[in-house]
């Protein structure tokens, strides 16, 4: 479901295979000029010359760019927010350093991130929907941890809601790191990030398992 204070209705939305062909060039178009100029220095003009169609055909699928755009980032919010944790079974630091190196790959695939510093300053609307976001994430993070602390697997005199609230941080600058081109040792970032949750009698000889 699109989010209304992001996307709102679409004039048209294209039901002939050659139609959606057209509305999904004029969506690669913008994806690449918002990459390359900056999303202010972009018009609707240059996102269709691109896409080899008129100016009235990219308006007869977008209202405006903001909404193509809105569209795009709606499609990716999950990429480019900080990773969810949970943990279920298996080993917290091999799990946790694999979906790192996998979540900031996609990150990095998408070139969207690139594009938030300035948009979030830019649409209020954006950036509501995008702190909404945090607080749900950080929810379901607090939610999981408390379950694995009355189960005995973390540490028992540690503050859950002041931990969510340190390791969210963690993440985040390690997600600055990322964004700026710098070398991101995964295993090891894993490693100091669950023995920060983890006390050390719950490692075993083949790991440190979650059950």
């Given at each position: ?81 900080p990773l969810d944790l949970e943990w279920k079974s298996g080993d917290p630091e091999k799990l946790l350093a694999g979906r790192l190196e996998m979540h ?39 939610q999981h941890l408390e379950k694995l602390q009355r189960k005995g697997l973390m540490w028992p005199d540690i503050d859950i809601g002041t931990l969510t ?47």
């Amino acid at each position: 479901m699109p989010n209304e204070n992001l996307v709102g209705d679409f004039p048209t939305f294209p039901k002939q295979q050659r139609s959606k062909l057209k509305r999904e060039a004029l969506i690669e178009s913008a994806k690449s000029l918002f990459i390359e100029k900056g999303y202010e220095h972009t018009t609707a003009k240059e996102i269709a010359a691109r896409a080899h169609v008129a100016t009235g055909t990219f308006y007869r699928y977008f209202s405006d760019k903001r909404q193509l755009l809105m569209s795009l980032i709606e499609n990716q919010l999950e990429d480019i927010m900080p990773l969810d944790l949970e943990w279920k079974s298996g080993d917290p630091e091999k799990l946790l350093a694999g979906r790192l190196e996998m979540h900031y790959h996609k990150m990095n695939e998408s070139n969207l991130r690139k594009l938030m510093p300035e948009l979030l300053i830019r649409d209020a609307e954006l950036a509501a929907v995008v702190k909404d976001a945090k607080v749900h994430m950080q929810k379901k993070v607090l939610q999981h941890l408390e379950k694995l602390q009355r189960k005995g697997l973390m540490w028992p005199d540690i503050d859950i809601g002041t931990l969510t609230w340190c390791l969210q941080s963690l993440l985040e600058k390690l997600q600055v790191r990322n964004s700026e081109g710098l070398d991101v040792d995964y295993q090891q970032f894993a490693k100091v990030f669950c023995r920060t949750l983890f006390p050390g009698d719950h490692q075993t000889d083949e790991g440190r398992y979650i059950e």
